[in-house]
């Protein structure tokens, strides 16, 4: 119930192209959603977040889509660009009294 | 601030031998956490403190592995004796948590290598 699946594993795009990557959870008392990015030889870092008042959030070309009904978020980045070639975590966690459980990871190649 | 601070970033060692990886967390922050990355395991969570007080040490994959934090501006993640398969990077995070937030700041990871 702690777990926080998510895919693609990896993901191939081109140029221009929209990347997304999804995630959902089983645990109904998450009320915070991140997204961390991680470069290679780096470690992640909080791109984008979200809470489950909202159903949408942006930030220049990342958006997250939540859904709570579906327990399930995703991260769109739009006009994706060989510099968003990274590992994209999503996590979870229920206010602060656990930490974050970390999906998988998904790691992002964008070519020209 | 100059963020979290790990040292050493490499280390070879040969199996058997003991390792002690550092960690110095963002002055302020009252959370630490030990991560070890792999690409079969992605981010494992090995163990966090709050307060300098280990919390949940649950993740801690043998008693080889131990963890401290003497204080609020230092932590050591310590493997005795090392195995090959616990060759990773090992990160270390700190945060604060404040009016919901939660962001983890990472630092840029000790990568070990045990032959």
């Known amino acids: 119930q702690q777990q926080v699946k998510q895919s693609p594993q990896s993901l191939i795009v081109q140029k221009g192209g929209i990347s997304i990557i999804n995630c959902a959870y089983e645990?109904?008392?998450?009320?915070?959603f991140p997204w961390y990015q991680q470069f290679p030889g780096k470690g992640p870092a909080l791109l984008i977040a979200?809470?489950?008042?909202?159903s949408e959030k942006k930030e220049g070309r990342f958006t997250i889509s939540f859904n709570k009904s579906a327990k399930q978020f995703s991260l769109h980045i739009m006009d994706s660009q060989p510099g968003d070639s990274a590992t994209y975590f999503c996590?979870?966690?229920?206010?602060?009294?656990?930490?974050?459980?970390f999906g998988k990871g998904t790691r992002l190649s964008v070519i020209a | 601030d100059a963020g979290v601070i790990q040292s050493p970033r490499h280390e070879v060692t040969e199996m058997g031998q003991e390792v002690t990886l550092r960690c110095k967390p963002i002055s302020g922050h009252d959370y630490l956490f030990w991560y070890r990355q792999t690409m079969m395991r992605g981010l494992e969570l090995l163990i966090y403190f709050n307060n300098n007080v280990p919390i949940d040490d649950s993740g801690m994959p043998e008693d080889r592995f131990s963890a401290k934090m003497p204080n609020a501006s230092f932590s050591t993640l310590k493997i005795q004796p090392s195995e090959p398969r616990d060759s990773a990077v090992y990160f270390c995070?700190?945060?604060?948590?404040?009016?919901?937030?939660?962001?983890?700041?990472f630092g840029p990871g000790t990568r070990l290598t045990v032959t």
């Open positions: 996590a979870a966690d229920s206010s602060g009294n656990t930490p974050l459980v």
């Open positions: 645990n109904t008392a998450f009320d915070y």
């Open positions: 995070a700190s945060s604060f948590f404040h009016a919901g937030d939660y962001e983890q700041y």
């Open positions: 979200i809470r489950p008042d909202v």
